[in-house]
């Protein structure tokens, strides 16, 4: 009778248990409002082109239509959608509010992790966590956690990377 390998825990694609901060939806809804103004810039352009034709006047509306749907309903849809979880074996993502995107990175292939916070993301007490690994899908971002969360979330990934085994490629 031969002897099974010892196999490590299977690291599954699945769907992430943690959301992102409630704090997000607010951040993605003003940093998106540049959208509505850049519209509303738009659409009195095409209305301003002399006798506005009735085409123009579906452009602008389209526009600012368009623009009030990514400041009004994509920050509510993105909170629910946006999932992340880190285990020890690996950081679990779901992201998207058009295109959905479930991505797990086993630890092993971890080579940086990081936060970032932009002056908006620092006025709502949020941060950004940025895991590289050597994968041509490139880098895994979680937007929207709690500043301290991200913090300690790095703090705990470096420590469990360090112990886990591989060249991280």
Not at 63 to 73: E, P, T
């Amino acid at each position: 009778m031969t002897e099974q390998p010892t196999r490590t825990p299977e690291l599954v694609l699945r769907e992430p248990s943690e959301q992102v901060s409630p704090r997000a939806v607010g951040y993605w809804r003003l940093s998106a409002v540049p959208s509505v103004v850049l519209a509303l810039v738009a659409g009195g352009a095409v209305l301003t082109l002399g006798d506005a034709a009735w085409w123009a006047w579906v452009v602008a509306v389209g526009l600012l239509l368009a623009s009030l749907a990514v400041v009004l309903v994509m920050p509510g849809l993105r909170y629910r959608v946006h999932r992340w979880e880190v285990t020890h074996e690996a950081v679990y993502t779901r992201s998207g509010w058009l295109r959905r995107d479930v991505r797990i990175v086993p630890l092993s292939r971890v080579q940086t992790i990081s936060t970032s916070q932009t002056a908006l993301m620092r006025a709502f007490g949020l941060a950004s966590l940025l895991v590289t690994t050597a994968s041509s899908a490139g880098a895994v971002r979680v937007e929207g956690l709690d500043a301290g969360l991200a913090r300690d979330v790095v703090a705990d990934l470096t420590r469990d990377t360090a112990a886990t085994g591989g060249d991280a490629t």
